[in-house]
């Protein structure tokens, strides 16, 4: 059974950091890419990382660029999302997502999500 399980979400103060991990059960993380993804209320789920399969090539949306690092452990079947600097518009649930990497535009095209952590960016 597949299985992506994100853990490491809170609450954390502006400036501050968090790091998300999501663990991959049921097939071999390496043959895919790894993106994590996010969703804030009243908004569209958008693209926030990815890593390829192949090379380990990362890739950023805009708004998170110097600020979050996407890492994978193959050994241990894990991805990582590292978010420092957070600020109030972090504030989401993000999801992981792995699948076929498609290019450096689109990404990855997702076969399997996980079911999302919470991260609450406030004073």
């Known amino acids: 059974q597949v299985q992506l399980v994100e853990s490491g979400g809170g609450l954390v103060q502006p400036g501050g950091s968090l790091r998300l991990s999501c663990a991959a059960s049921?097939?071999?993380?390496?043959?895919?890419?790894i993106g994590w993804f996010r969703q804030a209320p009243g908004k569209e789920r958008e693209g926030v990382s990815c890593?390829?399969?192949?090379?380990?090539?990362?890739y950023y949306a805009d708004s998170v660029k110097g600020r979050f690092t996407i890492s994978r452990d193959n050994a241990k079947n894990t991805v990582y999302l590292q978010m420092n600097s957070l600020k109030p518009e972090d504030t989401a649930v993000y999801y992981c997502?792995?699948?076929?990497?498609?290019?450096?535009?689109?990404?990855?095209?997702?076969?399997?999500w996980g079911q999302g952590t919470q991260v609450t960016v406030s004073s």
């Open positions: 997502a792995t699948g076929p990497f498609i290019s450096s535009s689109a990404w990855l095209e997702p076969y399997w």
């Open positions: 049921g097939f071999t993380l390496d043959y895919y890419a």
């Open positions: 890593i390829s399969s192949s090379d380990g090539s990362t």
